[in-house]
């Protein structure tokens, strides 16, 4: 279940070319199972209908505090009251202005003021009126108080300028909205969870490589699902054809030897690993530095000397959660059994490599010595979200039991 769904969230849209976008974040917050009261401020209206917004949410659209369909003459104030969220998007110089001074002149401001939710601000307008002292004086403001401002992005604008003030597409707002709600509430809020995702190639010469036919479909969907649970990712990936999830600290590598250090490096400070990366267990022993040649009918030997066991190194770190992979063709659950004691692990997650690797559905079934739960197939980003809440509980289980009895165990 999307982690939105059945949540109350308020969307504002101010008065910008760029409303017309946030009529598919509208959609897309629907779609996800939220509930979405839209506010249009007057300046708004000039530029999207009401009606299109209505169609979207299949909610009554919000313009006037004096004429809201229930809850009487505490109406203007209600919508606040009761919201999980605000989101504003996009937010005008004006609005934000109004918001620092604490104005409630009008619905969403009053909506802002009456509301204890989280509070998303996505500024859009010009490059010059973003960058003004007194805008960014206001958004200052808005920061110290709680609010979570989501900077615009450089691009060109209506007007024949490129800068700094193009509200982010719809899909990146709706990842910073769940992230946003996930940091607030979510089961892994102030965790911190290191996922590895892809192949690693292993380079030949300048132009071969030795690689595996990973896609990292299911590590991107993991590390996705665990920002939105609230979690401090950081995604370390080998080479993808993937667009990292927004709102996760991304690490690109290429060779497991640069996997070895990143993973290193992120663990340090970690809470829980989650080893997706089908990291190559071989290399050449050298690298051409040019590129081979054929040379009449001969063939070409190559000799391969074995890489590091990435997350089989640190086996005998006991202060963090490891979750390891066991992708098999033959004698799934066996290998999968050695594999997590072997390598020191909490849990492994066994799949059949043929039937799911580059595949965009999965099966899954997770060990961690004594019990297995099976996961049937289905898409990856459904089997990752089934497969984080078995984390989640294997890994408070774990915290109530690592406690030494008699010490305190702080909790990062």
């Known amino acids: 279940m999307d982690t939105l769904a059945g949540k109350r969230i308020v969307l504002g849209v101010c008065g910008s070319i760029a409303a017309y976008k946030v009529a598919q974040l509208a959609r897309d917050l629907t779609l996800a199972g939220a509930l979405v009261d839209v506010i249009l401020t007057e300046s708004a209206e000039r530029f999207v209908g009401a009606a299109t917004f209505q169609a979207l949410t299949g909610r009554p659209v919000l313009t006037d505090m004096w004429s809201l369909p229930e809850d009487g003459v505490v109406g203007h104030v209600s919508l606040g009251m009761h919201a999980d969220m605000v989101v504003i998007a996009p937010a005008t110089a ?30 859009a307008m010009n490059p010059a009126m973003y960058e003004h002292p007194a805008t960014q004086a206001n958004l200052a403001v808005l920061r110290e108080r709680g609010a979570y401002v989501l900077e615009p992005e450089v691009g060109r604008m209506a007007e024949p300028v490129v800068g700094r003030g193009r509200l982010p597409e719809p899909a990146d707002l709706l990842a910073e909205i769940h992230a946003l709600w996930g940091r607030r509430y979510g089961p892994l809020r102030g965790r911190r969870v290191v996922v590895t995702a892809g192949g690693t190639r292993e380079p030949i010469d300048p132009v071969r490589y030795i690689g595996n036919r990973s896609s990292g479909q299911m590590g991107y969907a993991l590390a996705t699902r665990a920002r939105d649970l609230g979690a401090q990712v950081t995604l370390i990936s080998g080479p993808t054809a993937l667009t990292p999830p927004r709102a996760v600290s991304f690490v690109a590598v290429e060779t497991a030897l640069e996997m070895q250090a990143a993973v290193q490096s992120a663990c340090a400070q970690a809470d829980i690993l989650i080893m997706n990366a089908a990291v190559a267990d071989f290399r050449p022993a050298s690298t051409a530095a040019e590129k081979i040649k054929k040379h009449n009918d001969e063939g070409m030997v190559l000799h391969l000397v074995q890489n590091p066991d990435v997350v089989g190194e640190l086996a005998g770190r006991h202060d963090i959660f490891k979750v390891g992979f066991a992708a098999e063709t033959n004698d799934l659950l066996v290998n999968a ?22 595949q965009p559905e999965i099966a899954l079934t997770v060990l961690d010595g004594e019990r297995a739960v099976e996961l049937p197939r289905q898409p990856k980003a459904v089997a990752a979200a089934a497969l984080l809440d078995v984390i989640v509980e294997r890994f408070e289980y774990w915290l109530s039991t690592r406690r030494p009895s008699g010490e305190e165990f702080e909790d990062r």
């Open 94 to 123: 004006n609005t934000i202005a109004r918001l620092a001074a604490g104005l409630a002149d009008d619905l969403l401001t009053t909506t802002v003021l009456a509301t204890r939710a989280p509070l998303l601000i996505a500024p």
């Open 337 to 358: 059994r050695h594999k997590l004691r072997r390598k020191g692990l909490n849990l492994i997650v066994a799949n059949d490599a043929v039937a799911s690797i580059g």
